[in-house]
């Protein structure tokens, strides 16, 4: 089956899933009060058509041999059955007994095919794994990438500290213009990943520390103290910055620039600019001058929804 477009290989994979749910002797998982078993599927592809999906599964009380039983069918339709026409380099099975769970809290289980796909980003080559962040539009996060950078208006003697850094991708896009780039994430994958990824493009000057973002910065910061120029990224997810964060970033005076990706500014987010608060006077929790916002550009990454990425740049 020919396939051109990558959005074609991601829905005829969708309904080839469905057609297996509607074979499953057990059911599909529609509220996590009402039961079931099977949740969703994940499909990520690249540029050169690259296929992963990652099929969620809540085992409920099923015993061990029932759950490998249901993931050799899951294999056997998607490698030999009917589903083998979606071509996939990469099926991932996980069982979560939560809305999200991480790869160290359950892991996921390589089913058929390699381990990773990897994605071209500007020059630099960029591994994926089931659980890693990685934007969804290629071609569009190069212009968002771009603008981060223009705003970041870094030099040589710039150090650069990325939080929620996820693969590395800004750091690394950004390395070839700072002295060193300092990336802080939560999942271990993910830094898995971003350290890799320095190594494939040959990037020296780039580290990655795994933790949360409101354990791990004050200690960075900390480092960075005596240095006199120091940009900070900000890309977190919809529910923004913890409030800890936020005091660090203040309390870090050596922070003179801080550009902050927002997939979702008018929500929780909007409380790190004013609640938190990167823009509030001093106070005796938050001693660092206030912050100024000083430039705004959307970028779409999303064509044909109402949802575009928000990119602030914050001043002292």
């Given at each position: 089956?020919?396939?051109?477009?990558?959005?074609?290989i991601t829905s005829v994979t969708g309904r080839a899933y469905q057609s297996f749910l509607r074979l499953s002797p057990l059911r599909a998982m529609h509220d996590f009060q009402d039961g079931?078993?099977?949740?969703?599927?994940?499909?990520?592809?690249?540029?050169?058509?690259?296929?992963?999906?990652?099929?969620?599964?809540?085992?409920?009380?099923?015993?061990?041999?029932?759950?490998?039983?249901?993931?050799?069918?899951?294999?056997?339709?998607?490698?030999?059955?009917?589903?083998?026409?979606?071509?996939?380099?990469?099926?991932?099975?996980?069982?979560?007994?939560?809305?999200?769970?991480?790869?160290?809290?359950?892991?996921?289980?390589?089913?058929?095919?390699?381990?990773?796909?990897?994605?071209?980003?500007?020059?630099?080559?960029?591994?994926?794994?089931?659980?890693?962040?990685?934007?969804?539009?290629?071609?569009?996060?190069?212009?968002?990438?771009?603008?981060?950078?223009?705003?970041?208006?870094?030099?040589?003697?710039?150090?650069?500290?990325?939080?929620?850094?996820?693969?590395?991708?800004?750091?690394?896009?950004?390395?070839?213009?700072?002295?060193?780039?300092?990336?802080?994430?939560?999942?271990?994958?993910?830094?898995?990943?971003?350290?890799?990824?320095?190594?494939?493009?040959?990037?020296?000057n780039a580290k990655f520390l795994c933790g949360a973002a409101e354990k791990v910065l004050p200690k960075v910061v900390a480092n960075t103290k005596d240095e006199s120029d120091v940009v900070?990224?900000?890309?977190?997810?919809?529910?923004?910055?913890?409030?800890?964060?936020?005091?660090?970033?203040?309390?870090?005076?050596?922070?003179?620039?801080?550009?902050?990706v927002s997939c979702k500014p008018d929500g929780t987010a909007f409380n790190n600019f004013v609640d938190h608060s990167l823009c509030r006077p001093a106070t005796e929790r938050l001693q660092?001058?206030?912050?100024?916002?000083?430039?705004?550009?959307?970028?779409?990454?999303?064509?044909?929804?109402?949802?575009?990425?928000?990119?602030?740049?914050?001043?002292?």
């Amino acid at each position: 089956m020919a396939i051109q477009r990558l959005s074609d290989i991601t829905s005829v994979t969708g309904r080839a899933y469905q057609s297996f749910l509607r074979l499953s002797p057990l059911r599909a998982m529609h509220d996590f009060q009402d039961g079931g078993h099977w949740r969703n599927i994940l499909v990520r592809s690249n540029q050169l058509g690259q296929l992963m999906a990652v099929v969620t599964f809540h085992p409920q009380h099923l015993a061990e041999v029932k759950v490998q039983e249901v993931k050799d069918s899951l294999q056997e339709y998607f490698v030999q059955g009917e589903g083998r026409h979606c071509g996939l380099d990469s099926l991932y099975f996980q069982q979560s007994t939560r809305t999200r769970m991480s790869n160290e809290e359950s892991q996921f289980e390589l089913l058929h095919g390699c381990a990773h796909i990897y994605e071209k980003l500007f020059d630099l080559r960029f591994r994926i794994s089931p659980s890693s962040f990685f934007q969804v539009n290629t071609p569009a996060a190069e212009v968002l990438y771009s603008t981060v950078k223009e705003m970041c208006e870094a030099s040589a003697s710039t150090t650069l500290i990325d939080v929620c850094c996820g693969t590395g991708t800004i750091g690394l896009v950004l390395a070839g213009e700072v002295k060193e780039v300092i990336g802080i994430e939560i999942l271990q994958q993910a830094v898995q990943d971003a350290v890799l990824n320095a190594e494939v493009n040959e990037i020296g000057n780039a580290k990655f520390l795994c933790g949360a973002a409101e354990k791990v910065l004050p200690k960075v910061v900390a480092n960075t103290k005596d240095e006199s120029d120091v940009v900070m990224v900000v890309n977190p997810a919809r529910a923004g910055l913890h409030p800890k964060v936020i005091k660090a970033i203040r309390n870090c005076t050596a922070v003179k620039r801080l550009i902050y990706v927002s997939c979702k500014p008018d929500g929780t987010a909007f409380n790190n600019f004013v609640d938190h608060s990167l823009c509030r006077p001093a106070t005796e929790r938050l001693q660092g001058p206030a912050f100024v916002a000083s430039k705004a550009v959307p970028v779409d990454l999303f064509p044909h929804t109402n949802h575009c990425e928000l990119v602030i740049r914050f001043e002292r």
